[in-house]
Structures are given as C-alpha cells and as structure tokens.
C-alpha cells in the first residue's frame, strides 16, 4: 500500500485479556517503530527495530509488553493481561532507516480497556 | 521521563492571529523534528532542522533550532482554521538510529 497500515483501528476489551496489534509498514522500509500516545499528549517510545538488528525495547513499560517483527515487514504488538491504564491510542511508524529520516506514521489502533 | 517539554500545551486563537509554540529540554540533540496531527490520524512531518541556530520556513510556518541545539520554536503567521491541529516536536540523538523522543504536544484551535 501506500502508507502505514494499522489494524484494528479500534479494539474494546477486557480487563485481564490479550490484545494483539498489527501494523503494515511502507514497502521496503527497515525501520519500525511503535509508540504510544495518551489523549491530546506526545508520543510514548515503546519498541524499534532496524533491519536484522536486535530489537530497541527500552520504551516497553513492562513485561507484559512485547512485539516482534516477521520477514521484516509487518509488525504485531501484543499486550498481556490487559489494564485499564494501557488505553490508549497506539501508533506505528515506518522509515527508510537512515538517519534524520522522516518517520511516516499509520492511523493508529485506539484501544480500550473497560 | 518526557524529555521535551513544550508550551503551552493548548492554545486556541482567532484567525490572523500570530503565535509561538515552544519546545524545550535540558539535553542536546543533534536534530529536531516538527510533526503535526490531526484527530484520527497519526503525525505529519513538517521540518527538519539539524544546525544550531538554523531558521526555516513553510509558507506562514517558520521554524527555529536553538543555538545550543536545546530548544526549539515554530511560530505561525496570520493562523487560518486549517492549521488546527496537534503540535509535536521530537528530537533525534546521533548513533541512535532514527529513534526520536517526542515532545509533550501543543493542542491548537484557530477559530473564525
């Protein structure tokens, strides 16, 4: 496609359940990021990755956070046992990997935890 | 530890109004980025800036990196309701890929 592609664009659960987040890079972008943005706030870093590289997870909030990404494309954020503090709106970005790259981001998953 | 602070953190203003966001921190960076994000949708980047002191400009848009590379400004001639919108500034770090720290966010509101 396009441009970065996020699915679901909404998600309701649980307290207590697993969600699982997925994201769709521009084609031929090494770089994917994940973050995290409270209502009307700034970005939270969670996780990075570049290429074959180890993954950046020094933004994940807990162990209950992880994300892994498949052939080098599309990317899947899974959160455990859900809490009400993970609602959010959670936004994935892709770049062409160099540095002081312009960062092209999806439309982000809003997700909340009743 | 939100790294860069920004103010305010809502404005809301008339059409023709000048204004100026700011973009703070205690650290260096070897580069800052303005984005800007609209309800439902994820950041837009507007500039880049890398040299300390350097000024560059989107049509009313003119954007400022610091001398020291600390601090960042973007300030906004005659705002029209089409420049509503989140404004996000975000640092990047040299050897740190392009891993960037965002700022807190402005909340902009021009009405007519």
């Known amino acids: 496609g396009a441009g970065v592609s996020q699915s679901p664009s909404n998600k309701v659960t649980e307290k207590g359940k697993d969600v699982e987040l997925r994201c769709d890079p521009i084609?031929?972008?090494?770089?994917l990021y994940w973050y995290r943005q409270s209502l009307g706030q700034g970005l939270e870093f969670l996780i990075y990755?570049?290429?074959?590289?180890?993954?950046?997870k020094s933004g994940l909030p807990s162990d209950r956070f992880s994300a892994e990404r498949t052939g080098g494309s599309v990317s899947t954020l899974t959160i455990q046992r859900t809490q009400q503090e993970d609602s959010a709106v959670y936004l994935c970005?892709?770049?062409?990997?160099?540095?002081?790259?312009?960062?092209?981001f999806g439309p982000g998953t809003r997700l909340l935890v009743l | 530890t939100q790294l860069l602070e920004q103010s305010p953190q809502f404005l809301s203003i008339q059409e023709g109004e000048n204004l100026t966001v700011y973009c703070n921190s205690s650290?260096?960076?070897?580069?800052l980025q303005w984005y800007r994000q609209e309800p439902g949708e994820g950041p837009v980047l507007l500039v880049t800036?890398?040299?300390?002191?350097e000024v560059k400009k989107l049509k009313r848009l003119t954007f400022q990196f610091g001398d020291a590379r600390k601090d960042s400004s973007l300030h906004i001639t005659a705002a029209q309701p089409g420049d509503t919108g989140l404004y996000l500034c975000?640092?990047?770090?040299?050897?740190?890929?392009?891993?960037?720290?965002f700022g807190t966010g402005t909340q902009l509101k021009v009405e007519l």
């Open positions: 970005a892709s770049s062409s990997g160099l540095a002081i790259e312009t960062q092209y």
């Open positions: 084609s031929g972008h090494t770089a």
């Open positions: 990755f570049q290429g074959n590289s180890a993954p950046d």
């Open positions: 650290s260096v960076f070897s580069s």
């Open positions: 800036v890398v040299t300390g002191g």
């Open positions: 975000a640092g990047g770090k040299a050897g740190g890929g392009n891993k960037l720290t």
